[in-house]
């Protein structure tokens, strides 16, 4: 579990899944969460969805932050620097999976 501040309102929090980080938003609370969710229920899950997501995947891809980086290390090494290939984009679960 991390302590981390929320993208968005910047309270702090207890994170304990990558599934709280939205790419260009950075880790949310669950408030933030719910909010996005209530205002866009077609662009963003809900609260509920969310929490549902966590019960059916409760384990990230990767375990930290460090086996993320030395797998696009890895990568970066052995197809150089022009192939692009974004992990969070790659092993994100689409919505319709969650239903």
């Known amino acids: 579990m991390h302590e981390e501040n929320c993208g968005i309102c910047s309270e702090q929090f207890h994170r304990d899944s990558e599934a709280t980080k939205l790419m260009e938003l950075g ?40 086996e993320l980086h030395r797998q696009e290390d890895a990568v970066y090494r052995e197809f150089g620097p022009d192939y692009c290939y974004d992990y969070y984009e790659a092993t994100a679960i689409p919505r319709s999976e969650l239903e």
Not at 37 to 56: H, I, M
């Open 27 to 66: 880790p949310l609370c669950p408030t933030c969460i719910g909010m996005l969710g209530r205002r866009d229920p077609e662009k963003f899950l809900t609260l509920e969805e969310f929490e549902a997501a966590l019960q059916r995947y409760p384990a990230p891809v990767f375990a930290t932050d460090e």
